[in-house]
T-cell receptor, first 111, second 117 residues
Framework: QKEVEQDPGPLSVPEGAIVSLNCTYS??????FMWYRQYSRKGPELLMY????GNKEDGRFTAQVDKSSKYISLFIRDSQPSDSATYLC???????????FGQGTRLTINP | ETGVTQSPTHLIKTRGQQVTLRCSSQ?????VSWYQQALGQGPQFIFQ???????GRGNFPPRFSGLQFPNYSSELNVNALELDDSALYLC????????????????FGSGTQLSVL
């Protein structure tokens, strides 16, 4: 079993829709949770960074962490074609040197 | 732009050869990490260097090695290439300490796409 599970999709939605992306994890030591966006032939770009449980909002993006369920989510409101990319969840334990990534979900926003 | 640059962008090698990939971190970033991203997968941690010393290693064999230089550049070397080494290799830098904490964020380069034939 992988430490981090993420549905690879692909996920296709119309422009303006609310998008929900999710990851589950098995390592209870994870305390730092991130979402990265990766465009084709580019490196991952940090979108959201959350410590422990709770919600964090940044513009059209909202990240949620539920440590009791070992479940994290990213919501995108008023989705735009420019949001089309692969979204990677990543997490890390306190003091760890590495990030553990999910497989990535490929998202397409149709005009 | 993250300020992290990698070269070359693409590389084709044959099985058994050796390869060196290069990365230039942001000025002031003392930590560099390397990740391997196979097609359709998330990045996997190879190792991390902090002030020119290896500071953590993932589940990769010794034929994967690295160097970090005082001028914020670094290298990933892979010996005896195998077909499964075909992947996007990502370099990521961060400032401050070697640990991933609430104040640490990784900045990734665009990667080197390695194809092993």
């Amino acid at each position: 079993q992988k430490e981090v599970e993420q549905d690879p999709g692909p996920l296709s939605v119309p422009e303006g829709a609310i998008v929900s992306l999710n990851c589950t994890y098995s390592n209870s030591a994870f305390q730092y949770f991130m979402w990265y966006r990766q465009y084709s032939r580019k490196g991952p770009e940090l979108l959201m960074y959350t410590y422990s449980s709770g919600n964090k909002e940044d513009g059209r993006f909202t990240a949620q962490v539920d440590k009791s369920s070992k479940y994290i989510s990213l919501f995108i409101r008023d989705s735009q074609p420019s949001d089309s990319a692969t979204y990677l969840c990543a997490m890390s334990a306190q003091g760890a040197q590495k990030l553990v990534f999910g497989q990535g979900t490929r998202l397409t926003i149709n005009p | 732009e993250t300020g992290v640059t990698q070269s070359p962008t693409h590389l084709i090698k044959t099985r058994g050869q050796q390869v060196t990939l290069r990365c230039s971190s942001q000025s002031g970033h003392n930590t560099v990490s390397w990740y391997q991203q196979a097609l359709g997968q998330g990045p996997q941690f190879i190792f991390q260097y902090y002030r020119e010393e290896e500071n953590g290693r993932g589940n990769f064999p010794p034929r994967f090695s690295g160097l970090q230089f005082p001028n914020y550049s670094s290298e990933l070397n892979v010996n005896a290439l195998e077909l499964d080494d075909s992947a996007l290799y990502l370099c990521a830098s961060s400032e401050g300490t070697a640990l991933v904490t609430a104040n640490e964020k990784l900045f990734f380069g665009s990667g080197t796409q390695l194809s092993v034939l």
